[in-house]
């Protein structure tokens, strides 16, 4: 059992650790007051490669797995949200196109996202039919050798940024709530009846617009189902694997978080000594720690699991654990952290308040903490995860 990155993804880390501390954490206070998606960040990306980190070589990617896209989110996420958001969405969208699609698919879809020539975005909630995924409504029937889709999805990430949309839609009845009954297309931007719609005013991660995307009978070729028709097992595949990715933006909020507040507390004096020194203080660094710690580790363990295709039914509560965990974890810290510094943390003068706000995006997307709490149970009543 080894513990240590291998040498390519330990200099994967350090690069990213630089990169984040010189290029994103100067910019993330501007981006979260602007509300303004940070093209220089992105186009930084797409320089250094991070675009293509969980994408194949031969799809021109660099093959660094779920493991090196968790490693370089939590670095960029000990200081923007918002930039993170931007390297997750690399995979959320192209997740099922890898794990079902054929290889024009991927050469067609996934190839640009790596190349960062295009950005996409994944369209599975609707507004009555968020964890109640199969009350979705967005309808698609067949015309001919084409699919007609209509409905709309809702708080999709890079919702205005992207280029072409990951849409499941029902293609049998749309009361139906049977598995066989949802099916997973690839809609372009530019396709007649393609339109986003309202966008989101949120109370964080501000720099990635969130919104509708309507679809008013928009024609969708064959070619552009992914998959086969009735492949519902595709969302939860994609959702799945990305367990571990989501948790990395909850780590790495975490350290960022502990970092500023332990350097503040070591400099800042109350009752004539540092705050630091305060015993209730060094036992609450010390318990955040420990609990960041142990986030951190399943995080890993969940995206080596991941890269080894182990997200499958009987995985769901390893990679669920490391979700709701980290998650969890990146709330409480940011609210600990924030308290350490009195005052002073409410204020936009630090950035302690912009990481409370942004953490509980965290607990809610991608399966909130109460629908993984739900995939974990299940899983140790049916023994998938099991001590005996």
Known sequence: MLF???????????????????????????????????????????????????IP?????????ILGLTLAIEEVAKYSQSAALMLLLTRLATGPVMIAGNDEQQRRYVTPIAT?????????????????????????????????????????????????????????????????????????????????????????????????????EVRVPAANVIGEVGGFRLAMLGLNSMRPIV??????????????AVEYVKQREAFEQRIADFQGIQWKIAELAAEIEAARLLTYRAAWMADRGQFTKEWVP????????????????????????????????????????????????????QVQLGLIGRGVLDHHLWWD
Not at 57 to 65: H, I, N, Q, R, V
Not at 119 to 147: H, I, K, N, Y
Not at 163 to 181: I, L, N
Request: contains cysteine; negative net charge.
């Open 247 to 260: 948790a990395a933006r909850g780590i790495g909020l975490a350290e960022g978080a502990l970092m500023y």
């Open 116 to 216: 960062g020539e295009q950005r996409a975005a994944f369209g599975l909630s609707e507004p009555q039919a968020g964890s109640d995924v199969m009350g979705m409504r967005t309808r698609a029937r067949r015309d001919g050798d084409d699919w007609i889709l209509s409905g709309t999805k809702c708080w999709m990430s890079g919702v205005r940024q992207a280029d072409w949309y990951c849409v499941f839609a029902k293609t049998g009845p749309v009361e139906s709530r049977a598995h066989d009954s949802v099916t997973a297309f690839i809609v372009e931007r530019s396709w007649p009846g393609v339109d986003v719609g309202r966008v989101d005013k949120k109370m964080g991660v501000r720099g990635v617009d969130t919104g509708e995307l309507v679809l008013d």
């Open 318 to 369: 390893y990679l669920s654990i490391a979700k709701y965990y980290a998650t969890e974890i990146a709330v409480k810290v940011s609210g600990e952290a924030l308290q350490m510094l009195g005052a002073a943390g409410y204020m936009q003068d630090h950035p302690l308040e912009l990481y409370y706000r942004d953490a509980k995006q965290l607990t809610i997307v991608e399966g909130t903490s």
């Open 57 to 65: 070589e031969e799809l021109g990617g660099s093959g660094a797995g």
């Open 4 to 54: 240590d990155l291998s040498p390519e993804l330990a200099e994967l880390q350090a690069t990213c650790r630089k990169l984040a501390q010189e290029r994103v954490a100067p910019r993330a206070r501007e981006i979260d007051t602007t509300e303004e998606y940070p093209q220089d960040l992105f186009d930084l990306f797409v320089d250094t490669g991070l675009t293509g980190l969980c």
